[in-house]
């Protein structure tokens, strides 16, 4: 029986795989047809000629590009959305690439319309990845396109990457003990013997096994590995990654460009929630706290007034009748009902607005777009001196990966343990992905209200 169940498994892993395809297909296909649409109607003024009626020698791109996909391997994996869209967007890149050498070097660039194939590749970088959301959301809700998946590891573990993979449906894995096609194996939950006998007993029955490394603190997808082939060892290069000056200068003109592109709309936004807090209590719209900086300096942290100017006051009321509000501050830094809080402060701050004055902070270099929030004078002993090393050797951020991963949920040491991490496995995808993130916090925050 579980053979069989196998070999039906298999047939509908292929069949997926070849609907995935075909949806990537129809999306590069409607990407096609609107950049004509685009190159026609917005640049037929501003650009060369664009010959509409021969464009039947452009669709080698298209099957150039869904063959790069094919190598990145986005149809055999599960991936989650946005390991998924980065290697999407490596194939875009090693696609865009091959082309316009193809059309160099072959000396035929005359014939075709750079701007036109740029246009196909903006807007496919958009439809690709919500195609493929839409149609993995649907698919994904039948089971028989589900991969089982028997997961080995200690309980505390174990459960985690079981809530995983039922909250993140883009995997498409259901979690079996009994009868899966899969294994994830935890391999700190082992000692070294009886990890190689698990792995052992499963390689027999299973095609696929993924191990999680002891170190899960880090991600091994940016590390290098090193032989030495005369003694036949290798060893594992890891990094802090945003110690490295080469990553710390790409990431300053990759943020530079950034800010250099959404200012109009920083001071589009800076006039209207002055006009609100002004309308909505006394006081300055802007205030600023000494904050600790890169390398343990203080500087001047600008936020947007968010409390009553007497807070202070309101504050030594509301705990004399609330004294469970102390115990709660005690262990996340915050208070859950601050009195001191005004109306459009509680907007601004449950939508992380109140940060935008620290674009200034920006230009002045005190603070990154992104990276971890600067901390409070006050908790300087309470990040440790392991960690202090590490987090305080970086400039903070606007917003930053607790800012993504629920702040109103976890405790101080959880914010610590997620700034160490981002330092030590930075990448411009990850700030792209927390960049991304943010917006979606700040709309979701903007509609609830």
């Not at 079996?176 to 194996?185: F, K, L, R, T």
């Not at 309308?279 to 904050?291: A, E, H, T």
Request: glycine share 4%; proline share 3%; charged share 20%.
């Amino acid at each position: 029986m579980h053979a069989m169940k196998q070999v039906h498994f298999n047939y509908a892993t292929y069949f997926l795989a070849l609907i995935l395809l075909l949806v990537d297909l129809g999306a590069l296909t409607v990407s096609f047809e609107s950049a004509i649409y685009i190159r026609m109607h917005f640049f037929r003024d501003h650009l060369p000629p664009f010959d509409h009626y021969n464009l039947q020698k452009y669709y080698w791109i298209i099957a150039l590009t869904l063959f790069m996909f094919i190598i990145e391997n986005i149809y055999t994996m599960r991936y989650d959305f946005w390991a998924d869209t980065k290697r999407i967007y490596k194939g875009f890149f090693y696609s865009a690439f091959a082309i316009f050498t193809l059309l160099t070097l072959g000396k035929v660039g005359v014939e075709y319309s750079r701007s036109f194939i740029i246009i196909f590749f903006a807007v496919a970088i958009f439809l690709v990845p919500i195609f493929k959301r839409y149609a993995k959301r649907y698919l994904f809700g039948f089971n028989v396109f589900k991969k089982n998946v028997k997961i080995v590891a200690g309980s505390r573990r174990a459960d985690i990457i079981k809530a995983e993979i039922e909250k993140n449906w883009y995997l498409g894995l259901c979690h079996s003990q009994e009868s899966y096609e899969m294994v994830i194996i935890v391999s700190r939950s082992f000692e070294t013997a009886k990890l190689q006998q698990i792995i052992k007993e499963h390689s027999r029955h299973t095609k696929d096994i993924y191990v999680i490394p002891y170190m899960d603190h880090l991600d091994f997808s940016h590390a290098s590995i090193v032989d030495y082939s005369n003694i036949r060892l290798s060893a594992i290069h890891i990094e802090n990654r945003l110690l490295s000056p080469k990553n710390t200068f790409i990431k300053y003109l990759a943020e530079k460009l950034v800010v250099l592109l959404i200012s109009p709309l920083v001071f589009l936004l800076h006039i209207v929630i002055t006009v609100l807090i002004k309308l909505d209590s006394k006081g300055s719209v802007i205030f600023k706290q000494k904050r600790l900086g890169k390398d343990a300096s203080t500087f001047s942290c600008y936020k947007y007034r968010t409390m009553y100017e007497n807070g202070q006051e309101i504050l030594d009321d509301y705990l004399v009748r609330h004294p469970e509000e102390i115990t709660y501050y005690e262990e996340y830094h915050k208070y859950q009902d601050d009195p001191r809080i005004t109306r459009i402060g509680s907007f601004l701050r449950k939508t992380s607005l109140d940060e935008f004055p620290q674009f200034y902070n920006i230009l002045r270099g005190d603070m990154n777009l992104i990276g971890p929030r600067p901390y409070m004078l006050s908790e300087k002993e309470q990040i440790g001196p392991f960690h202090e090393d590490v987090i305080l050797r970086v400039k903070p951020g606007i917003t930053g990966l607790w800012q993504v991963s629920g702040r109103n949920e976890l405790t101080f040491d959880q914010r610590v343990k997620l700034d160490n991490w981002y330092i030590q496995n930075w990448s411009l995808w990850i700030d792209f992905m927390i960049f991304v993130k943010t917006i979606k916090v700040v709309f979701n925050k903007v509609g609830a209200k």
